[in-house]
């Protein structure tokens, strides 16, 4: 109501002023169209007045958790109290502004006559003929003022109210960078000499994406919702991040358009350390947000900082960096034992069978971790039983980078995409196959900003086309059983690969049920991104 109101009320205030300046003119005219405006406008001022009322009982009196951040959770000083000010002035100036506008159509009525176009207005018009004889041009003259002179009294404050979104919202999504996924991140020259400053330690060293993410926020708490750091009791509020950034460009904004340094870090200022560490970069936040807006990318730069320049990271970490530098996986497996996974299943390498139709990246996890293994065998059995032309690197193969890149070790992940690239490029596959979300992500989106183009599918894609082609012939589950499907961030939210894992399944016969967060609105399972150096013994990864 109060959105899609106040947005046609952009039109109606044009119309006012114009009316207002130009003697004897009309809106619009007289005719239908004119009439169609009036019965617009009239109706959307009442849904305007009471989606507002409810919006401010809902915020002031209900208190709905929603509408709150936690206690926990950093926000600069003045910030909470910032926001219950922000609010109530934004509501009132709404009342204010739509209800002296609505007021003065009533006044006009009064005089005028009634109009069939604006039924509620005309209903409301008989009273001041009683409550107000004498002095209705009187009220319609200060209904107007109050109208319009709400907007110019309410415009100093406006520029620093979260209302300044109704102009960069749009900006956000017109200037938008383009990007092959939501995950994807703008690679790091290390061989420019000149560059004294990888990821953001500062506000300023944010791109101007990140700046005008600030202002684009309407703080409605959306990415908060989605957030799975948030909801499981972490520090981390992707929206508090964007709040905390405009009050902060609010302070200091003038010094640093100069040229200033800004008095504060964002670890000091936005975001601390272990909020910092707590995202999954799932990518949940970017999806929900209604204008744009894209905190994870924040938050990544800001690890790239602390990894690549103050060397503070999480001392789990170092485990998983040490052995994708001296082996190339997070468990430290040395790559002669990488194809151990295919014992007595006669899995050909590339170098066995050069010509492959397709290439399967295997992954670190199904080539080192238990659990993931039973995976690697039952696919490769699948591909075997579909007579499928195929070939793994073996030995050959490396971690993608994926976790490197997701924790802020850019220089490890350029190291390692550069070493698998040089690989892909001189083995020059048709298409690669990969069972690993991440895997796929950072082959089909990371490598080609590195010189590596490749046609990548994942295994459901692959199992559908199988299927479809009769090459493969599932067989129906046992009776009372059922099944569910878990999207993975990085397959479903980041690649939009949603159809084929259930296609796969359905083609077992067996009942399907979906989980309540499902497809890209999934809620994250915490194994991607940092899991694989967190946690190498639980076989993340994805």
């Known amino acids: 109501m109060v959105g899609w109101g106040f947005i046609f009320y952009l039109l109606v205030n044009l119309g006012d002023i114009l009316q207002a300046w130009i003697p004897g003119y009309k809106f619009l005219g007289e005719g239908v169209v004119a009439g169609f405006y009036r019965l617009t406008a009239d109706l959307l001022s009442v849904l305007i007045l009471v989606g507002m009322f409810g919006l401010l009982l809902r915020r002031f009196f209900l208190h709905s958790p929603a509408l709150t951040i936690r206690e926990d959770i950093r926000l600069l000083p003045g910030v909470r109290n910032g926001i219950r000010r922000d ?115 500062r506000i300023e060293h944010l791109s101007w994406k990140g700046v005008l993410d600030a202002y684009a926020c309407i703080m409605c708490n959306r990415c908060q919702d989605a957030c799975p750091a948030y909801a499981t009791g972490k520090l981390l509020s992707p929206s508090a991040l964007e709040i905390n950034k405009r009050y902060f460009m609010n302070e200091e ?112 996890a199904p080539s080192t971790d238990p659990r993931a293994q039973k ?64 895997c796929l992500h950072t082959l089909m989106n990371e490598y080609p900003s590195f010189g590596g183009n490749y046609d990548v599918i994942h295994h459901t894609e692959f199992l559908q086309q199988l299927i479809e082609q009769v090459r493969l012939s599932p067989r129906a589950g046992a009776p009372g059983q059922s099944v569910t499907f878990h999207d993975p961030c990085y397959l479903g939210r980041q690649n939009d690969i949603l159809g084929a894992p259930r296609a796969v399944l359905g083609a077992l016969e067996i009942p399907f049920v979906e989980m309540p967060r499902s497809g890209r609105d999934s809620f994250c399972c915490g194994a991607g991104a940092l899991k694989c150096g967190r946690e190498r013994k639980q076989g993340g990864c994805g």
Request: proline share 5%.
């Open 87 to 201: 609010s109530a002035i934004v509501g009132i100036f709404i009342l204010l502004h739509v209800g002296a506008r609505f007021l003065g159509e009533t006044f006009q009525l009064s005089l005028d006559g009634l109009d069939p176009w604006q039924p509620v207005a005309s209903v409301l018009s008989n009273l001041w003929l009683y409550l107000l004889p004498g002095t209705i041009e009187i009220a319609r003259h200060v209904s107007w003022w109050s109208s319009v002179g709400g907007i110019i009294v309410f415009l100093p404050y406006f520029l620093y109210s979260k209302h300044i979104h109704l102009f960069f919202a749009p900006l956000n999504y017109l200037l938008h960078p383009e990007r092959t996924s939501m995950g994807a991140l703008d690679a790091l020259d290390f061989e420019d000499q000149n560059i004294e400053q990888f990821g953001a330690e």
């Open 253 to 364: 904004g003038k010094q640093i358009a100069a040229g200033e340094r800004s008095s504060q870090t964002l670890i000091e200022s936005a975001l601390p350390a272990e909020a910092v560490w707590g995202c999954t970069a799932c990518g949940a936040c970017i999806e929900v947000c209604p204008v744009g807006n894209e905190p994870m990318i924040d938050i990544l730069e800001m690890r790239r900082h602390l990894v690549l320049m103050a060397n503070d990271f999480p001392e789990q970490l170092q485990t998983a960096y040490r052995g994708m530098e001296r082996t190339a996986n997070p468990w430290g497996i040395s790559p002669e034992k990488r194809l151990e996974w295919a014992e007595g299943l006669d899995i050909p390498t590339i170098t066995q069978n050069p010509d492959a139709e397709y290439l399967w990246w295997v992954g670190c």
């Open 375 to 438: 995976t690697a065998r039952a696919f490769a059995k699948l591909l075997q039983e579909a007579k499928v032309d195929f070939a793994v690197l073996g030995s050959e193969e490396r971690c993608t980078g994926d976790s490197a890149r997701r924790s802020g070790n850019e220089y490890l992940f350029y190291e390692l995409a550069s070493a698998n690239v040089e690989t892909l490029n001189r083995v020059n596959p048709q298409t690669i196959i990969t069972t690993c979300p991440h």
